[in-house]
């Protein structure tokens, strides 16, 4: 099939839908199909990363906030790769609604995958009048003729904006990359690896670390990312005295991150709110590193806790302290969790999960 994947949040953004779809990209090519990848203008070769990519202008060139591709060019290029599939990624993209709305017109079957919960996920008597405003998305979206989605949260998120059927296929890691030949327990490297946001709970993350100081005195936390929170998270370093404890990575490449999950021996995931899944929780478990997440959104689907993984509440720093310092002290329980978790983590890989994806695009 020739299979068109279509969104703005593509490199140079960094994030779990960009991974997602270069992931997606790879696997389908391995199955024989033909994918083109399109997102908007940005500064990097149409061959990026060896993957086939289409960009798109956008009407206001210098607007972020008004970030929407013209919609002829858009077209032109959709009829020119004459794909038998269109699928869009991210429910709020103008590139992946503007794009399944196209295919609806030209007859080209269109599926959606919704990655995105959002800040009002908690919020459900704000859900009622805020799709009413939306209403044009309402439009869009149900143009698709399948939908996907994430997680069951992610589901739950998208369900306010249309009555179709919406099925559940995780996001999805290469197994292999990530799993290390052997694993030690007897360190005392902790890990985050996300964008440097407020929502990731970066902050809650640093005051628990300082917590564990007091009790694993040789304890390091290693921050993977970058963002706008950069500042506040330098300040609080400073503040916190944690200067010397706490290291900041801001490239990600693949090759380095492997070795650095591989190095970890505890993962945290602290986000306050709008976590549909966590591919970072993938790689990690992966990596046979035991992982502690917030119970935020699609991660409780994802981590049993206690069992695969530990979940603690969303803010409780005291919480996740002592359970980051019961694994960096507990050797024996972090092999059993990662034991479990990697076991876990192999339903997630590509090669099981595009067989998902293509089976909608077959239906």
Sequence with gaps: MR??????????KIGGITTHIEGLTRALEKRGHEVVIITKKAKFDDRQHGLNVICVNSIFKTSRVLDIPQTSELEKKIREFKPDVI????????????????????????????????FLYDFDYLWKPSSYVLFPYREYINS???????????????????????????????????????????????????????RKGIHILLEAFQKVKQEVEDAHLTLVGSGYFSSVVDLLIR?????KD????????KEKLVEIYQNSHVFVLPSIYGESFGIVLLEAMASKTPVIASDDGGIKELIKNEKT?????????????????????DQNLSKKISTFAFKEVKKYDWKNIVKKIESVYKC
């Design 246 to 253: 706490v290291s900041i990575v801001e490239g990600r490449k």
């Design 87 to 118: 699928h869009g990624h991210h429910a709020f993209s103008p590139i992946s609604l503007l794009s399944i709305f196209t295919g609806k017109k030209l007859g080209i079957k269109t599926i959606l995958t919704n990655h995105s919960i959002q």
């Design 309 to 329: 993984g530990f979940i603690v509440k969303k803010d409780d720093v005291e919480g996740l302290s002592e359970k980051i310092a019961e694994l960096l002290l």
């Design 239 to 243: 503040a916190l005295n944690l200067s």
């Design 144 to 198: 698709a003729d399948r939908i996907i989605a994430v997680s069951n949260a992610a589901a739950k998120f998208i369900s306010h904006f249309t009555s179709k059927k919406i099925e559940i296929i995780g996001n999805a890691i290469n197994v292999d990359e990530f799993s290390p030949e052997v694993k030690t327990f007897d360190g005392k490297s902790v890990l985050f690896v996300g964008r440097f946001t407020y």
């Design 3 to 12: 299979i068109a994947l279509c969104s703005d949040y593509f490199y140079p």
